[in-house]
């Protein structure tokens, strides 16, 4: 791959979501962000005047997280969060969609919620998680084909605080849905730059990442080591390893189960009834 360190940097949203996070924090985020040339900050709609402040005329982007982690408020509170974000500094959201509307099937609903966020962003990119730990492959792609229909310029993987994070077959099947045209981020679980080359190369073009300092700096020293390239077995990526059952919903978690059981891998397989 011709990829990087920069390029690197520059596809990673450096993150910090944590709702105890205190402002030294975030501060130390931004200067983290400044000094490797991270794409965005990551962060939660209180902290974002402050860093816009901080990385103002940087190139740095200040990405703010809309109707999170459950995506379950109504749709004007989703639209009053994202114009109040961008008046104060916000150049992208990552909104979650609304997850039980897309699993209704209330498809009409799951399009207008994210129309009206897309629209109260005005020139800022409007990101939407799908939170596919929730979701059926079927679900997912539905979910992608809603995003890009509505305006949205992202689809994401999830929240980091859902049943699982990324996974190289989930930004596979979205990629393969959305087409080459429109962004895929996956964020959750990347910590490391073998994590980060996965997702890449499944077809991520950003990345979300608390560990990003360690993922660019494990990049200088995979150049020097082929261990870091050696690919996982597909068993070991499969989304019903990853998953924490107890969040998962029933019928998704026997999905999944079902589709172990029939998985070529299934004897690397160590997901237990």
């Known amino acids: 791959m011709d990829l990087t360190v920069e390029k690197l940097a520059g596809m990673i949203d450096h993150t910090e979501l944590k709702p105890e996070a205190k402002r030294e924090k975030i501060?130390?985020?931004?200067?983290?962000?400044?000094?490797?040339?991270?794409?965005?900050?990551?962060?939660?709609?209180s902290h974002v005047q402050y860093a816009a402040e901080m990385l103002k005329d940087s190139g740095v982007k200040v990405a703010c997280v809309i109707g999170f982690p459950l995506g379950a408020t109504l749709s004007e509170a989703k639209a009053f969060e994202t114009r109040e974000v961008v008046?104060?500094?916000?150049?992208?959201?990552?909104?979650?969609?609304?997850?039980?509307?897309?699993?209704?099937?209330?498809?009409d609903l799951v399009r207008t919620d994210?129309?009206?966020?897309?629209?109260?962003?005005?020139?800022?990119?409007?990101?939407?998680?799908?939170?596919?730990?929730?979701?059926?492959?079927?679900?997912?792609?539905?979910?992608?084909?809603?995003?890009?229909?509505?305006?949205?310029?992202?689809?994401?993987?999830?929240t980091g605080f859902g049943p699982m994070g990324a996974t190289p077959y989930d930004v596979r099947l979205m990629r393969e849905t959305v087409g080459p045209d429109m962004g895929v981020k996956a964020a959750g679980g990347i910590r490391s730059f073998k994590d980060a080359l996965q997702m890449i190369e499944a077809g991520a073009d950003r990345l979300g990442c608390s560990s990003s300092v360690a993922v660019v700096e494990d990049f200088r020293w995979a150049q020097y080591s082929d261990v870091w390239m050696q690919r996982d077995k597909p068993c070991w990526t499969?989304?019903?390893?990853?998953a924490n059952l107890a969040k998962q919903p029933k019928e998704v978690y026997l999905y999944y189960k079902q589709r172990c059981l029939v998985c070529p891998d299934r004897n690397q397989n160590i997901f237990n009834d």
């Open 27 to 45: 501060k130390q985020l931004c200067e983290e962000a400044l000094t490797y040339k991270f794409a965005a900050v990551c962060i939660n709609a």
């Open 87 to 107: 008046r104060l500094g916000a150049h992208e959201v990552d909104m979650v969609m609304n997850i039980g509307a897309l699993r209704d099937k209330n498809y």
């Open 114 to 158: 994210i129309e009206a966020v897309v629209a109260a962003a005005g020139d800022a990119h409007t990101k939407v998680i799908l939170e596919t730990g929730y979701l059926t492959d079927d679900e997912k792609k539905k979910a992608c084909l809603l995003a890009k229909e509505a305006g949205a310029h992202f689809v994401k993987t999830s």
């Open 238 to 242: 499969c989304p019903s390893r990853q």
